[in-house]
């Protein structure tokens, strides 16, 4: 277990966060993309067309619930803010 590219929390020399699919509570709703903020009760997510779509929490999947409270684990919500202001 020690390849960095296995670890879906792992940022990358720039700052980033890897591309993951995110889908909704009714799996209606899915959006590749990576986590760019964490706002409040929202994530803003940053497609692979280069657009930015913010999403409430409430609407997140349990598995995207999950993977953003393990961020804030990791990094904290300033973070991700950080590179998001960029």
Do not use: C, H
């Not at 997140?60 to 590179?83: F, H, M, P």
């Amino acid at each position: 277990g020690d390849d960095p590219f296995a670890d879906p929390f792992k940022i990358s020399a720039e700052g980033q966060l890897p591309q993951r699919a995110w889908s909704d509570n009714t799996g209606t709703f899915e959006v590749e993309g990576r986590l760019i903020a964490i706002l409040d009760g929202q994530v803003r997510l940053l497609k692979v067309n280069g657009r930015t779509t913010t999403v409430p929490m409430r609407r997140l999947s349990d598995a995207d619930k999950k993977y953003v409270e393990e961020v804030i684990n990791r990094y904290g919500t300033g973070l991700v803010g950080q590179v998001a202001a960029r």
